[in-house]
C-alpha cells in the first residue's frame, strides 16, 4: 500500500511564500497523477494542482500564476510552491496519489493527513 505524508503548512504573511511537500511511501506500486486539493471551512474539497509522472500539470484557475506544482519521480515526491498568498488560500491542504498496485493490477486514490495553511497578517 501507499503512504503519503505532508509537511511545510504553517501561518505566512498576505503576498509571502509557503512550500509544501509531500513523499509517497511503500512498495509494489507506481504513481501517475499526484497532487493537492484543498479543503476551507464550512466548504468543499476543491482541485488545488495536480502533475502526472511525464510533467504534464493542471491548475485551478484561482491559483493560476502563483502556485507552482513539480515533482521529483525517483522520490516519490510532489511540491507545491505557493507564491503571492491570500487570505482566501487558507485552508487544509491535502496531498493526493493516484497509484497503480501491481499485485492487484489497478489503480487507486490515496490521500494524505492533510496540513494546515492559514495567510493572515
Known amino acids: 500500500q501507499v503512504q503519503l505524508v505532508e509537511s511545510g503548512g504553517g501561518l505566512v504573511q498576505p503576498g509571502g511564500s509557503l512550500r509544501l511537500s509531500c513523499a509517497a511511501s511503500?512498495?509494489?506500486?507506481?504513481?501517475?497523477?499526484m497532487g493537492w486539493y484543498r479543503q476551507a471551512p464550512g466548504k468543499r474539497r476543491e482541485l488545488v494542482a495536480t502533475?502526472?509522472?511525464?510533467?504534464?500539470?493542471n491548475y485551478a484557475d484561482s491559483v493560476k500564476g502563483r502556485f507552482t506544482i513539480s515533482r521529483d519521480n525517483a522520490k516519490n515526491t510532489v511540491y507545491l510552491q505557493m507564491n503571492s498568498t491570500k487570505p482566501e488560500d487558507t485552508a487544509v491542504y491535502y496531498c493526493?496519489?493516484?497509484?497503480?498496485?501491481?499485485?492487484?493490477?489497478?489503480?487507486?486514490?490515496?490521500w494524505g493527513q492533510g496540513t494546515q495553511v492559514t495567510v493572515s497578517s
Open positions: 511503500g512498495s509494489g506500486f507506481s504513481i501517475n497523477v
Open positions: 493526493y496519489a493516484e497509484a497503480y498496485l501491481y499485485i492487484f493490477g489497478y489503480s487507486r486514490a490515496y
Open positions: 502533475i502526472t509522472s511525464g510533467g504534464s500539470s
